[in-house]
């Protein structure tokens, strides 16, 4: 049988003989495409459907065959068969039915890893799907390195605190694990043991009463004694949940109304993965093959998560406060017991992301390192970035010390955000400010949590105001998040800038470089925060002004295939478009018209100066997006110029959804 792999898995040929076609098919070799003339020249005309007939004879295929008036319905029947085949030779602790419907959630990777061929005539065309036996466990290699991604996140948010991520990420990986032929019961008991022990060590306390809101009050979550880089909760206030909340660097918040009681008070630790559908659909699938085989139809359930709720109780008395609002009891902690709860509800995003595949750009199968690569390397090479370390622009950090009148426009802002009063507070803003303001109070409910721990500093000619903590939320979407506001003053005392703070976790990460100079630090922090926010608040002009006209932009969109037979198919498939700006632009803009809202979290950064200096930065980062009908989670790498730090020049923007195989996550250890 060697011969036949040979001719039939490395070349693709089609031969017409006696008004028949037969048609054996492989991922075609470049090789390949050069010796298919010769194949055809030497070869008899009857030779490739004699080895379909041996392939179907040797005990050494498997094979699946699949007969309609199309092929593509021809190749999904055969698919099926082949699917079918393959359950019943792997090793899974289950009955009959559930192993079926497992390996049905791996219809895509048969597809992938097997060959087929088709022959067509008169009444018709067939098509055999088939692959070696040893080969077979080529089928779960995919899913195998989806799991230890999943455990290399969930041990890294651990360590940087990032909770949500921890318990997220434990859960799905002991879901799908389940699912590989082979696994260890021991194996999937250690990933559920270790979310128990995150949990353990989570603990959360009622902090205050919001100052500038009183129906609100502010929780504090923090594990073994550190706060939480993010948490999803609910909250139970006696009568009924909430919808999913964000506590972000250790805040949360609730809101209460007069008259609760503090021992009806519950919090839920909340293991929502709906908002990440690429990802959740494969596990999804899992659930729904363990539900479905059960005859639950409910997903796998306690079966395949074993997960319970994570409830965390208040132990004070109720009391009102005399303005009527709630009393926040002073620092009283909430006791916690169980698992946290993941979402059941079936959540497939059908809309587009800032990773929109236009229709006037190259779509590629993957990202073209060496273009990326060639493209760094060329800017690298540029007379501004090799000959001249010190040409980044002259800027000094100091303190500020009379801080008066900045917090006294703060104060302002924030009651006027509360009050919706936005033209009563405009003559503190330069004209870009004041667009950008409106920008925020359009952007969801907006609500300030508090602004009486104000962090300031200047930057040149800028002061910058930290630490203003808002709570953001949508009508369609019943996630709520905190995001704490940072505002620049100009030299004129008024408001040039606003925006999302980077978060704790990725701002330390950027100014643990002691090699640096603090402002280049604050400069890097400063560049991402604004490119977050600019997404967030749709500023379209901003991101066409960042990127340089000759940037080369790749972008990615994980897809959904349509028209697939099988239920529990994963339908994962990313879809990679290289644009250029215009175009890049041109999209974008579409994608700001359809969504209610955008907003992105980041995490695991990389940083490294490139070239001369401190202005050439390469700058590799986990990007988390969430949007109203698309969501997804991946690693955006930018190389940038800050040698003018308050007009960056972007060269490369790349996405990826996962590691290459063959280079791994695009970042700037690569140059």
Known sequence: MASVSSAVGILGASVASAGRRVTCHRPVHRLGIALLVAVLLFCPLSLFAQKITDIKKDAAFLWGEGRAADTRTADSVATDALVKKIAGVVELPYREAVKAALIG???????????????????????????RRDAVGNVFENRCRRIAEMKDIAGTA????????????????????????????????????????????????????????????????????QPVRNIDYRFFNGREWS????????????????????DDYRILYESDPSHLRHIYREV??????????????????ASANGSGSALAKSSGRSAKSPSGGFAAPDNRGLKHGGLERGDDAECIGSGASDNYAPDDAVAVSRIDFSAVRSKVMDVMSREKFSASPD????????????TSEYEAAVSRICDALKKREYESVRPLFTETGYDIFLRLGAYGNARVLSHDDLNFYALGDEVWCRGIPMAFSFSGNPRRFVEDIVLTFNKDGLISNLTFSLGAAATSDICSHEGWTEEARLILVDFLENYKTAYSLRRLDYISSIFDDDALII??????????????????????????KATYIRNLSRVFASQEYINIQFSDSEVVKLGKGEQLF??????????????DVGYLFVLVDLSDWQRPVIHVRTWQESPDKDFGVIGPYHF
């Open 243 to 262: 919808g999913i909340l964000s506590a972000k660097d250790g805040k949360g918040f609730i809101e209460v109304t007069p008259g609760s009681r503090i």
């Open 158 to 225: 651990e360590t940087k605190l990032q909770m949500d991520v921890a318990l997220r990420y434990l859960s799905w990986a002991a879901v799908l694990l389940q699912s590989v032929p082979g696994f260890k019961a021991e194996e999937v008991a250690e990933l559920r043991s270790r979310r128990v022990r995150i949990l353990e060590g989570m603990n959360v306390r009622f902090d205050r009463q919001s100052v500038a809101d009183k129906e609100i009050v502010e929780l504090s979550f923090t594990y073994k004694g």
């Open 391 to 402: 040409s980044t622009k002259a800027v000094s950090l100091t303190p500020v010390l009379f």
């Open 105 to 131: 959630t791996y219809r895509d990777d048969v597809a992938g890893a097997s060959d087929f061929a088709v022959s067509g005539g008169r009444k018709g065309t067939t098509v055999l799907r088939y692959i």
């Open 618 to 631: 390469g700058i590799k980062i986990r990007q988390e997006y969430f949007s109203t009908t698309y969501s």
């Open 284 to 301: 999804q699938a899992v659930e729904r093959a363990f539900g479905a085989a059960s005859g639950t139809g409910a997903g796998a359930g």
């Open 555 to 580: 972008t990615g969109r994980v897809l959904r295939s349509a028209g697939l037979r099988n239920e529990y198919g994963s339908n994962r498939y990313v879809s990679f478009t290289r644009q250029n």
